[in-house]
T-cell receptor, first 114, second 112 residues
Framework: NAGVTQTPKFQVLKTGQSMTLQCAQD?????MYWYRQDPGMGLRLIYY???????DKGEVPNGYNVSRLNKREFSLRLESAAPSQTSVYFC?????????????FGDGTRLSIL | DQQVKQNSPSLSVQEGRISILNCDYT??????FLWYKKYPAEGPTFLIS?????DKNEDGRFTVFLNKSAKHLSLHIVPSQPGDSAVYFC???????????FGTGTRLKVLA
């Protein structure tokens, strides 16, 4: 029972490089999310996908793109990485039988941009 | 504009005592509130939630209280245990949006 799996767990990039963070869930959940966690800022929503085929911006979408590849997978892409994007990135999923359900989180990707 | 706020970055409590973590929100449309617990190098894990039609929800040592008029919720942990030491996030969502907004977190340290 893997739940939500994020790859890679760690990555170091140089400014200007591109990178795709991968997320997959095996719980047949409808909705998927990408958050970033920074000291003193909590978890901030970057993008989310309420259902397969749809994506929406969250609080901090600038500099990122997403793809909901299928029901299981939701990737986050940094086209030209900047030091301000150094963060811990969390993917989450939600069953969405009704609106009152908790999200399930992966263990995060720690990304450093030099 | 931060819609969900946790004004205490940290809290220390003696083992066996009550821990009270607070959260304020500004969006009156929020109808579902959650608390998550996060250990270092792990993802957040769901702890307890409450719907806006209730003012209290209990699960073992954990109780969440909701005061809609004050736009305030709190998490009570009784008795606190050293294993409760973690960062606690509150979160809220609006009906039908499937969008969850998190607070900045409170680091709880339970002293043995």
């Amino acid at each position: 029972n893997a739940g939500v799996t994020q790859t890679p767990k760690f990555q170091v990039l140089k400014t200007g490089q591109s990178m795709t963070l991968q997320c997959a869930q095996d719980m047949n959940h409808n909705s998927m999310y990408w958050y970033r966690q920074d000291p003193g800022m909590g978890l901030r929503l970057i993008y989310y996908s309420a259902s397969e085929g749809t994506t929406d911006k969250g609080e901090v979408p600038n500099g990122y793109n997403v793809s909901r590849l299928n029901k299981r997978e939701f990737s986050l892409r940094l086209e030209s990485a900047a030091p301000s994007q150094t963060s811990v990135y969390f993917c989450a999923s939600l069953q969405r039988l009704n609106s009152n359900q908790p999200q399930h989180f992966g263990d995060g990707t720690r990304l450093s941009i030099l | 504009d931060q819609q969900v706020k946790q004004n205490s970055p940290s809290l220390s409590v003696q083992e066996g005592r009550i821990s009270i973590l607070n959260c304020d929100y500004t969006n009156s449309m929020f109808d579902y509130f959650l608390w998550y617990k996060k250990y270092p190098a792990e993802g957040p894990t769901f702890l307890i939630s409450i719907s806006s039609i209730k003012d209290k929800n209990e699960d073992g040592r954990f109780t969440v209280f909701l005061n809609k008029s004050a736009k305030h919720l709190s998490l009570h942990i009784v008795p606190s245990q050293p294993g409760d030491s973690a960062v606690y996030f509150c979160a809220a969502s609006e009906p039908g949006t499937y969008k969850y907004i998190f607070g900045t977190g409170t680091r709880l340290k339970v002293l043995a």
